[in-house]
């Protein structure tokens, strides 16, 4: 009998705990770098989040590269010719790291556009 | 009872698996006191899914539509924290991987795109003094612009990086043919405005770049042993002993046949006596050597060397010798866990994704009593390998 209750004392920590531990999930993706005094910082954002804001930055950002792409092939002449360019986005904003960090925030992701033949 | 056992034994088995990368992989003297597991509830496989689920849906997304430009690829940076946590290296420190997505059908690679930035080319040059002729223009706009307004100075630091950057080129050009040989080298610099000359672009705008560059020429003269420096020939027998130990590391390890070795970097350093070792890509000024596998025209030669040089990171700057048998270990060692990261991205499940992983740049630090692990946020790298996915 008392072997049963220490069970079900033990069993319902467990649930306890893993219940607490669910408000971060095993599988959030963690947000990691070192700010300007050297100190490592860490922000999981759970990976539903992630998809939504990783999927319209990159809407966002193609949308204005291409834009801006398409204006410098309008242009003038020019000796040289453009075939390649990487786009650089940084995974900072709309994550509450706000004004914690005073480093910069670094690119994450690089988007390499080339032009078509 | 049994009821209460069960729960006990899946609560269990899930916290058992709630962890990060596992701690043979990375290690350091920046990690020794700190290579605890982190508390949070993390599964590296779960958010790597997770990442994979993001960027291949975002991706998806992008690639839809047509223009005169199109999207090639993706990289993404990763960082890793002193408690083995992978993660989007989203500000400060160092990258520990770099996963080059690309689309299944595409056959091109994600070639490195060129930075606008001024460029010369050590291949061309005979000597260094017709380097230094060649830059003297590039010193004359910015002393006119005013954007450095200490002539003297820079035009010393310049020379003084010009001479060394020109005799580890020579070592490079009379490196040994083996399967692995160096192709390329690269010293990227930022100029202030005193002439003074740092390492490596380190920020967005504003600073004034420029970059020391050498490629191999299949047609180039062998230089005579009598006319080498002391830089060039100790420069010579470092990339030939690294050389030699990849090569070896990648026929005796059984792992090394599920990827491709495409290149690997490493940095290359010189002392204040002159001596060459392996540098560590710290602030100070490194040539990057890059090394790739090549189909020779003459024979390969049997290279052997017994140690292979370090330069240390403290004020000393001294060499520190490590049995190449322990660089090929470790060699081994990182070609172990490239095999390990990349079956993460290499799931059945992921097999109808058009967006894949198709390369894995881990980069790696080296102690110097030959271990070696991937370099956490705080550490430094020592060597970078890029591995093509296979199953791609």
Redesign the interface.
């Known amino acids: 009998m008392k072997m ?1 209750r220490t ?2 004392f ?2 319902m920590c ?2 306890l705990s ?1 219940g607490s ?2 408000k ?13 005094n ?1 100190e ?3 922000v ?1 954002i ?2 539903k989040k ?2 939504k804001f ?2 319209r ?3 966002y ?2 949308e204005e ?2 834009k801006a ?2 204006s410098l ?1 309008k242009g003038e002449k020019k000796s040289w010719k453009l075939d ?3 786009v ?1 986005l ?3 904003a709309g994550f509450g ?1 706000g004004n914690v ?1 005073k ?14 033949n | ?1 049994k009821t ?2 069960i ?2 034994l899946v ?2 088995s ?2 058992l ?2 962890e990060g990368l596992p701690s043979q992989w990375y290690f350091g003297e920046e990690t020794k006191s700190n290579n605890e597991k982190s508390s ?4 590296i496989d ?2 790597l ?3 994979h ?3 291949t ?3 998806k ?2 690639d839809s539509e047509k ?11 990763l ?4 408690k083995g ?9 160092k990258k520990a991987i770099e996963l080059n997505w690309k689309k299944r059908d595409s056959k091109k690679g ?1 070639e490195e ?2 930075n606008n930035v001024d460029t010369f080319n050590f291949s061309e040059y005979k000597s260094s003094e017709d380097a230094l002729t060649e830059i003297e223009p590039f010193i004359s706009s910015l002393v006119e612009s005013g954007k450095v307004n200490d002539e003297k100075s820079l035009r010393n630091n310049l020379r003084s990086k010009i001479n060394e950057f020109y005799q580890v080129a020579k070592g490079a050009e009379s490196a040994a043919p083996q399967a692995y040989r160096p192709h390329k080298i690269r010293l990227d610099l930022t100029v202030g405005a005193d002439g003074s000359v740092n390492g490596l672009f380190v ?2 705008g504003g600073d004034i770049r420029l970059r020391f560059e050498w490629s191999r020429k299949n047609f180039y003269q062998k230089e005579s042993e009598t006319l080498k420096s002391k830089i060039t020939k100790q420069t010579e027998k470092l990339l030939n002993g690294l050389a030699s130990e990849i090569g070896k590391a990648i026929e005796e390890e059984p792992a090394a046949k599920t990827l491709k070795l495409k290149e690997f970097k490493v940095g290359v350093g010189v002392s204040v006596s002159g001596s060459v070792g392996v540098a560590k890509v710290s602030a100070s000024i490194v040539p990057q050597v890059y090394f790739k596998k090549v189909t020779l025209l003459e024979k390969a030669e049997e290279v052997s060397v017994e140690e292979i040089p370090f330069l240390t990171d403290d004020k000393s700057n001294e060499l520190k010798f490590v049995s190449s048998t322990r660089i090929r270990k470790g060699f081994k060692k990182s070609i172990r866990f490239a095999e390990y990261f990349q079956k993460k991205f290499n799931k059945k499940k992921y097999r109808k994704s058009k967006w894949a992983v198709h390369t894995i740049k881990p980069s790696y630090t080296f102690d110097l009593s030959g271990d070696v692990g991937v370099v956490s ?2 550490g430094l790298a020592t060597f970078e390998l890029a591995y093509v996915n296979n199953k791609f």
């Open positions: 049963k069970l079900k033990f069993a467990l649930v893993a531990a669910c971060k999930n095993i599988d959030d993706i963690p947000l990691i770098g070192i700010d300007g050297g490592v910082h860490e999981s759970s990976g992630f998809k990783n999927t930055a990159m809407k950002t193609k590269t291409l792409l398409s092939d390649a360019v990487e650089g940084a995974a900072k790291l960090l480093a910069e925030a670094e690119p994450a992701f690089i988007l390499v556009y080339k032009k078509r | 009872m209460y056992l729960s006990i609560l269990l899930t916290s698996n709630a949070d509830p993390y599964d779960k958010s899914e997770s990442l689920d993001a960027q849906h975002a991706l997304k992008v223009s005169g430009w199109y999207l090639a690829g993706m990289k993404t940076i960082g890793l924290t002193l946590k992978l993660g989007i290296k989203s500000w400060g420190g994600l795109t060129e920020k967005v946020l705080k």
